[in-house]
């Protein structure tokens, strides 16, 4: 059973930067793509970036040039570095990764920006 496990959530001013992690332990398969999804109050989940083994990377268009998805292949481990924060950005952010059958999710990390 794959779990994740997340860090690096917290409270920033608007314009300030966070960087989460989020560590995969137990896959029985190799692992090639992980992500960040976020769900703000009263919203869906929603992507954020993704990234495959080979660092092949995919953005939402509202965190393009401003979050940057990062992995260790070796470690089964995806970051995300978060610069220009803006109060609409707060959420719970997750990870995700994708099995051959199911996708994972992480417990998920609160991220709050204040303006």
């Known amino acids: 059973q794959v779990q994740l496990v997340e860090s690096g959530g917290g409270l920033v001013q608007a314009g300030g930067s966070l960087r989460l992690s989020c560590a995969a332990s137990g896959s029985s398969f190799s692992i090639k793509v992980m992500g960040w999804y976020r769900q703000a109050p009263g919203k869906q989940r929603e992507l954020v970036a993704t990234?495959?083994?080979?660092?092949?990377?995919n953005y939402a268009e509202s965190v393009k040039g401003r979050f940057t998805i990062s992995r260790d292949n070796a470690n089964d481990t995806v970051y995300l570095q978060m610069n220009s924060l803006k109060p609409e950005d707060t959420a719970v952010y997750y990870c995700?990764?994708?099995?051959?059958?199911?996708?994972?999710w992480g417990q998920g990390t609160q991220v709050t920006v204040s303006s």
């Open positions: 995700n990764v994708r099995g051959p059958i199911r996708g994972y």
């Open positions: 990234i495959t083994n080979g660092g092949s990377t």
